[in-house]
């Protein structure tokens, strides 16, 4: 589970904390371990033993999910730290403008700040899709270089490399959204090394006459 979706679920197990409503609380624990037997013996209705039951299953997975995530935080480099300050510097920043829109009535102001809203949303997104590269493959993600006449092998490497990753990846991936965006990333790796392939250096390292 991603950094963001480890913190997801924590802040909605906190909140259902705060709540104890029994109905949700089935929903998150369907969601957390499936219908298992104790999920079946918890639909039969809020008695005291599956109240207590269901409260103390969430209240420990809130805590593991805690460990969890702070267990993220430390592992991970400062450069992927960076990238998720930078992020919710970003969101904050989106959430003001998104405030402001909705108060001014001017037109071309408006237009502006939903202009700059949309920009942020692209910055988000390049910068969650390298925090995943790294949460997925174990490595920072490098920009592809400039091809070079004397660097295209050490690309194509790399590449075979993360479609090994992203390809094992896919295997285990369960969420929809998650397998959409594996199955892309997938495609532009294999994309790449097929360009890559034509390349005499590449040609060369693989046997074939240039």
Request: proline share 2%; no cysteine; charged share 30%.
């Amino acid at each position: 589970m991603s950094y963001e979706k480890t913190q997801d679920v924590v802040g909605r197990l906190q909140a259902w904390l705060a709540k104890n409503d029994y109905t949700e609380g089935l929903r998150l624990y369907a969601e957390l371990f499936g219908e298992n037997v104790t999920y079946r013996l918890l639909v039969r209705g809020p008695n005291s033993f599956n109240v207590k039951k269901l409260h103390d299953a969430l209240s420990a997975q809130l805590e593991k999910l805690k460990v969890q995530s702070e267990a993220q935080l430390v592992a991970e480099p400062s450069s992927v730290a960076e990238l998720r300050s930078n992020a919710s510097v970003l969101m904050n920043e989106r959430t003001a403008l998104k405030a402001q829109i909705r108060m001014l009535d001017d037109e071309a102001m408006r237009f502006e700040r939903a202009k700059r809203v949309l920009e942020i949303g692209e910055q988000l997104d390049r910068i969650y899709g390298q925090v995943e590269f790294f949460e997925l493959n174990g490595q920072v993600w490098q920009e592809p270089e400039q091809l070079q006449a004397d660097d295209p092998l050490r690309r194509y490497l790399n590449v075979r490399t993360y479609i090994s990753r992203t390809a094992k990846a896919l295997e285990v991936a369960i969420m929809p959204k998650k397998r959409l965006e594996l199955e892309r990333k997938l495609r532009e790796f294999k994309l790449e090394k097929a360009a890559l392939e034509l390349t005499d250096a590449v040609k060369k390292y693989n046997g074939h006459a240039v």
